[in-house]
T-cell receptor, first 114, second 112 residues
């Protein structure tokens, strides 16, 4: 679990600002997943990426949200023009290329929009 | 479209007794199932998994049972300990890709 690094742990943004959440997967992992947990709710899938490719973004809101996983560097979840409803815990997970292996989660980034 | 469902939001169990957490899924293409445990303000931690070729997997106090015909899996914790108090998520993945689908979680409280 400690191998997936997310930063920052806490992020406060004013309405209308941009939020950038970073995720460095575990060494050797090429699959990254972003999940959002709203207060009092479960984990909601947002997007699944492999290096330089978005595989499934069916859980991403159509506007203001984007994600990338470049060849070099961490995966980035970007939220433009944040609104109060974006306040949530955002978790990143990574897994290896092998099938039927577990995904390991980071500690999450808690975004608060004021 | 919730493909993995945990219908019990919460469960309370006396210390030393068995905790049984349930999970149902709808997609028959799922072939790998996992349980995660989550404490407040932390990321989910992998607990135990099971492949669809098995119907049971045991790891210490934790056992996962899979009933493919019913599309149902359960996590048994015995004996339950106060430190087991957490939110438990079940998850599934299928042979169409590596995406993991999560349930909404069950909050377990083990009473000393």
């Amino acid at each position: 679990n400690a191998g997936v690094m997310q930063n920052p742990r806490h992020l406060v943004r004013r309405r209308g600002q941009e939020a950038r959440l970073r995720c460095s997967p575990m060494k050797g992992h090429s699959h990254v997943y972003w999940y959002r947990q709203l207060p009092e709710e479960g984990l909601k899938f947002m997007v699944y990426l492999q290096k330089e490719n978005i595989i499934d973004e069916s859980g991403m809101p159509k506007e203001r949200f984007s994600a990338e996983f470049p060849k070099e560097g961490p995966s980035i979840l970007r939220i433009q023009q944040v609104v109060r409803g974006d306040s949530a815990a955002y978790f990143c997970a990574s897994s290896s290329i092998s099938r039927n292996t577990e995904a390991f989660f980071g500690q999450g980034t808690r975004l608060t929009v004021v | 479209d919730q493909q993995v469902k945990q219908n019990s939001p919460s469960l309370s169990v006396q210390e030393g007794r068995i905790s049984i957490l349930n999970c149902d899924y709808t997609n028959s293409m799922f072939d790998y199932f996992l349980w995660y445990k989550k404490y407040p303000a932390e990321g989910p931690t992998f607990l135990i998994s099971i492949s669809s070729i098995k119907d049971k997997n045991e790891d210490g106090r934790f056992t996962v049972f899979l009933n493919k015909s019913a599309k149902h899996l359960s996590l048994h914790i015995v004996p339950s300990q106060p430190g087991d108090s957490a939110v438990y998520f079940c998850a599934a993945s299928g042979n169409t890709g590596n995406q993991f689908y999560f349930g909404t979680g069950t909050s377990l409280t083990v009473i000393p």
